[in-house]
């Protein structure tokens, strides 16, 4: 069975803090990883990483992969209390791309 | 990017009745589209796969007769809560996969928020 863990569950920062939430994954038939920031309606998308080391940057997050320990980063620098959502991480398989999602990390950052 | 609706955005109904969603891919076609749920404070869970022509694909635990699903074109696919109990009250959402740089991203909708009194 796919299985995707995140940590940590929740995570209270002070604005202007760096934070990194992590992503581990045992699955078979890996296409990508996938990243994304739910606040309160559907995921809005933020990565696609498929190739391990190549860091993906947009603005203030940035994300990197690694394949052989099977797990990834997201990286949030200068938080923003408009920062403040669940990030999910998700894993894409077989030739549809199936995704399986992580329990998410709930990120609140304070003033 | 390719954009996916959902239809109703919510809706409120009575235990025993049946309510449909629809999940449409606005500007692409999806042989493929994925349908989850999400309870509060919890993650998205795969529900079912719905494959365009053929039966939908269920994930363990999922009653597909009580989760009918019908993907009748490459742009639509709909799932029918059939005999809604309030436990169904859930987040329902749709996904599509579209193939860019020979990989998929998954485009999701807005999602559905049902409520059953």
């Known amino acids: 069975e796919d299985k995707v863990v995140q940590s940590p569950l929740s995570l209270v920062v002070h604005e202007g803090d760096t934070v990194t939430l992590n992503c581990s994954y045992e699955?078979?038939?890996?296409?990508?990883l996938l990243w994304y920031k739910q606040e309160k309606k559907a995921p809005t998308f933020l990565f696609m990483l498929?190739?391990?080391?190549i860091e993906k940057k947009s603005g203030r997050l940035s994300s990197i992969l690694d394949k052989k320990e099977l797990f990834s980063i997201l990286n949030i620098t200068a938080t923003q209390t408009g920062d403040s959502a669940v990030y999910l991480c998700?894993?894409?398989?077989?030739?549809?791309?199936?995704?399986?999602f992580g329990t998410g990390t709930r990120l609140q950052v304070t003033l | 990017g390719a954009v996916v609706s959902q239809h109703p955005s919510w809706v409120i109904c009575k235990s025993g009745t049946s309510v449909k969603i629809e999940c449409r891919s606005l500007?692409?076609?999806?042989?493929?589209m994925f349908w989850y749920r999400q309870f509060p404070k919890q993650s998205l869970m795969l529900m079912a796969t719905?494959?365009?022509?053929?039966?939908?694909?269920?994930e363990q635990g999922v009653e597909k007769d009580k989760f009918l699903i019908n993907h009748a074109s490459l742009t639509l696919s709909t799932l029918t809560v059939t005999s809604a109990h309030p436990e169904d009250s859930s987040f329902y959402i749709c996904?599509?996969?579209?193939?860019?740089?020979?990989?998929?991203?998954?485009?999701f909708g807005p999602g559905t928020r049902l409520t059953v009194t």
């Open positions: 719905s494959n365009e022509g053929s039966k939908a694909t269920y």
């Open positions: 996904s599509a996969p579209s193939r860019t740089s020979g990989n998929y991203e998954q485009y």
């Open positions: 498929t190739s391990s080391g």
């Open positions: 500007d692409f076609q999806a042989t493929t």
């Open positions: 699955v078979t038939n890996f296409r990508s």
């Open positions: 998700a894993v894409a398989t077989g030739t549809a791309s199936k995704l399986t």
